[in-house]
């Protein structure tokens, strides 16, 4: 997977100036992403995959979404989902917390 274009979001992720700066550097977000072309290349697509990267200091969720164009060549997006995974993860914590709350109490509670 070659990069041929990038919008400014992603040259903001990566900390290039340019597009040329990008295309030169050759630079994926997350290592899995010239498997997931690999993928679409030999299954088609598209195919979509949850990753975290570390963005400057800072570990971020993205969804990674590849697919084919018209012309064959592969597109990909990335999407920060950071906030969204943080919610679930706060989420997943309250549900276990209230759980083991619910079986400590020792009269019956209907669900």
């Given amino acids: 997977m070659n990069l041929t274009w990038a919008n400014r979001a992603y040259l903001a992720v990566?900390?290039?100036?340019?597009?040329?700066?990008?295309?030169?550097?050759?630079i994926?977000?997350?290592?899995?992403?010239?498997?997931?072309?690999?993928?679409?290349?030999?299954?088609?697509g598209p195919v979509e995959a949850r990753r975290y990267t570390v963005v400057?200091?800072?570990?971020?969720?993205?969804l990674f979404t590849l697919d084919?164009?018209?012309?064959n060549s592969i597109m990909g997006t990335a999407l920060d989902v950071t906030g969204t995974a943080q919610a679930e993860?706060?989420?997943k914590l309250q549900a276990d917390a209230n759980a083991e709350?619910?079986?400590?109490?020792?009269?019956?509670?209907p669900h």
């Fill in 68 to 71: 084919t164009l018209p012309d």
């Fill in 14 to 26: 990566t900390g290039k100036t340019s597009v040329e700066e990008a295309i030169a550097g050759d």
């Fill in 101 to 109: 709350v619910l079986d400590r109490i020792e009269i019956g509670v």
């Fill in 28 to 44: 994926a977000l997350h290592k899995s992403e010239r498997e997931m072309a690999q993928t679409v290349r030999e299954v088609g």
């Fill in 89 to 91: 993860a706060m989420l």
């Fill in 56 to 62: 400057g200091e800072k570990r971020c969720a993205f």
